[in-house]
């Protein structure tokens, strides 16, 4: 339960990280996206507690209690994984296990790409290893989505998207969380609307068009969005979108990872109604289209009627198959 729960503050890499913390046994790291919070994993850290693992996950840098560096630069993949082996060695590991949701999944995979000596396993949640693009990847969105909005693009306005996100953060984070999970993917859907992911014009803001249920879904709760609340009105919004500001400096500073697969064993996970999977068109399923990039990927699941919060609005599922995958690799 969420009460045995410990919290711990530690110096890594330079920062201070927030991590919440359970269990004894091998390392398992829970790398969190956006717009989230070391609660993300709220239904996975007992689990692999009770599993035999010490389960920790954290506020990463930019978020929650840990701290805020200002500069895009402190954001990049290079600092972030950095940071996770910080972590590590904090609490006198070797080696640990690294998984990631959103743009945790990232963080987790880089780390294992970077430090395979420290890294044992891996796996991934909605956003799997992906290999490099043929340009840095913010001039390949403009290109993508030149004649309408992209989120992502839109967070590269300085100051203005901070605004819009931080005007009412109740607000701002129910109609996030509740857009891209299955109920919200499917509103989208059955109506013409603009969405999350549709199309509106390239001046839209990010909360524009998006629909406002006015009940929560049965995978989220009030208590989940005070919770949320409480800890972007500790670190806004700056962080956060730091992180995608800062992938054309990953571009540059990762060249060296072109072409490199994950070797370690790996696992995938994602919803059938992700709109990860629909960046970009594909001739294939997601799974099929990814699964070149990894040496030994052991496990890859689509979980029917699922959205993007997939460790939240599915935790049995995700549970079943962290703890398969956990059971058939050798541990450091």
């Known amino acids: 339960m969420l009460d045995d729960v410990e919290f711990r503050t530690i110096d890594a890499n ?9 269990g004894n046994g091998p390392l398992v790291i829970l790398c969190h996206g956006w717009p989230e919070s070391w609660y993300s ?21 930019g978020y929650g209690e840990s701290d805020k560096p200002y500069e895009i630069e402190a954001y990049t993949l290079s600092a972030l994984s950095a940071d996770v082996i910080g972590i590590i060695d904090a609490l006198g590991f070797d080696q640990a296990i690294t998984i990631g949701h959103d743009w945790g999944g990232p963080i987790a995979l880089t780390t294992a790409l970077l430090y395979p000596d420290r890294v044992y396993a891996t796996g991934s949640l909605s956003v799997p290893h992906l290999m490099r693009p043929p340009m840095p990847t913010l001039d390949l969105w403009r290109e993508l989505y030149k004649d309408r909005f ?9 100051g203005i998207a901070e605004a819009e996100f931080e005007k009412d953060l109740a607000r701002s984070l129910f109609l996030i969380y509740t857009s891209v999970d299955a109920r919200g993917i499917k509103q989208r859907s059955s109506q013409s609307g603009s969405g ?10 990010l909360l524009d068009g998006l629909h406002a249920f006015e009940s929560f879904p049965d995978w989220f709760s009030q208590s989940d969005l005070d919770y949320l609340v409480s800890q972007f009105m500790l670190s806004g919004k700056r962080g956060p979108y730091n992180r995608y500001r800062a992938q054309n400096i990953d571009w540059h500073e990762l060249a060296h ?57 599915a935790p049995e599922a995700v549970n079943r198959i962290i703890l398969q995958f956990l059971s058939g690799i050798e541990h450091g």
């Open 196 to 205: 999350f992911m549709g199309h509106k014009p390239i001046t839209a803001g």
């Open 257 to 313: 990872l072109e072409g490199a697969l994950i070797e370690q064993p790996a696992f995938f996970i994602t919803g059938e109604l992700d709109l990860v999977s629909q960046f970009v068109p594909l001739s294939t399923s997601f799974i099929d289209h990814i699964k070149h990039n990894y040496r030994n990927l052991i496990m890859a699941e689509e979980l029917p009627n699922v959205g993007h919060w997939t460790a939240e609005e």
């Open 41 to 61: 994993w709220r239904h996975q850290i007992p689990v692999l507690a009770n599993a035999g693992y010490t389960a920790v996950a954290y506020d990463v840098r």
């Open 150 to 158: 992209f989120y992502q693009l839109y967070f590269l306005n300085e």
């Open 14 to 22: 330079g920062v201070s990280l927030r991590l919440a913390m359970q």
